[in-house]
C-alpha cells in the first residue's frame, strides 16, 4: 500500500519503501495532494533500519509544513538472545532503550523471556509497570505504588478506542507491539500493520509459505485467538515457534 485516503475526511497518508520492502516514509495529508493543489502536509516521519532489517531510528516533523523541528529517536537493541523463543529465524532484537537524537538515554525497557513480553519501563529516574492481557496487548499501566496511570480499550482488531493519558504508555500497545502515534501504524518486526483497515500496509514476504491465500490479510481475520509478533506467520497466542 502507498496511499490511503481516510474517507469520512479526506485525510491522505503517503508511504515511501526502500528497495528491501521497508517502510522508509509516512507523510500525512489534509487532503489528496496527487489531485488537490491546496493539500497541506500535516505530518511526516522517516524510518531507517540495521543491516540485518530492524529499524534503529525514526525521524518525526510532527507539524509538517509548520516551523517546527524534526525530533530524532533512537532504539538501542538487544541481539539474540538463545533463552527466548524465536517467533521465526535465528535472532531475536528487542529495543532495551531509546534515545534521543544526541543519543542521550530518555527510558529503558524491562522485558521477560518470551517474545514481546514486556514488564515495563524506567524513565526519569521512576518506573512504571505493565498490566496485560492475553495477546500481551497493554491494558494498564501502573507507578511504583500501583496508581493507574494510563488504561487502554482496544476493538477486536486493535484500534484504541479509549485511553487515559498516552504519555504514560510507553513504546508499546496492542498485542505488544510498537505503535507510532505519527503514522498510527503497529510495527510488527517485517512489516507494519494498520489497525483502521485491520490490515498489513504490505504483503507477507513468505509468501504463500505462512499459510494464508490473502497477503494482506491479519492472521487471518483471527485478531483474538492469533497473534503475529515476526510480521511473518501467524501463531496461537501463548505459543513460542
Known amino acids: 500500500m502507498t496511499k490511503k485516503i481516510v474517507n469520512s475526511s479526506g485525510v491522505t497518508w503517503k508511504y515511501g519503501y526502500s528497495n528491501k520492502n521497508q517502510l522508509t516514509s509516512v507523510d500525512k ?3 489528496d495532494p496527487d489531485t488537490e493543489g491546496t493539500a497541506v502536509l500535516q505530518s511526516s516521519a522517516d524510518y531507517q533500519y540495521d543491516a540485518l532489517g530492524n529499524r534503529n531510528q525514526k525521524t518525526v ?16 537493541l538487544e541481539g539474540w538472545n538463545p533463552a527466548k523463543a524465536n517467533p521465526i529465524g535465528t535472532e531475536n532484537f528487542d529495543i532495551w532503550a531509546v534515545l534521543d537524537g544526541s543519543s542521550s538515554l530518555t527510558s529503558r525497557n524491562l522485558d521477560g523471556d518470551n517474545v514481546d513480553q514486556h514488564l515495563g519501563y524506567i524513565t526519569g529516574g521512576n518506573a512504571y509497570w505493565y498490566l496485560t492481557d492475553h495477546l500481551g496487548s497493554t491494558r494498564k499501566v501502573l507507578d511504583n505504588a500501583a496508581t493507574v496511570k494510563d488504561a487502554l480499550v482496544y476493538d477486536a482488531f486493535g484500534n484504541i478506542t479509549s485511553e487515559t493519558d498516552s504519555s504514560f504508555r510507553g513504546l508499546y500497545a496492542w498485542t505488544g507491539r510498537e505503535f507510532d502515534v505519527e503514522s498510527q501504524l503497529q510495527n510488527n518486526r517485517a512489516r507494519y500493520y494498520d489497525p483502521p483497515t485491520a490490515r498489513w500496509i504490505s504483503q507477507d514476504p513468505l509468501g504463500f509459505d505462512a499459510g494464508d491465500s490473502n497477503l494482506y490479510r491479519y492472521v487471518k481475520n483471527k485478531a483474538q485467538i492469533l ?4 510480521g511473518n506467520k501467524a501463531q496461537a497466542v501463548g505459543i513460542q515457534v
Open 29 to 31: 495529508w489534509s487532503e
Open 61 to 76: 516533523d510532527a507539524d509538517g509544513s509548520g516551523g517546527g523541528s524534526a525530533v530524532v529517536t533512537r532504539f538501542a
Open 227 to 230: 497473534k503475529d509478533p515476526s
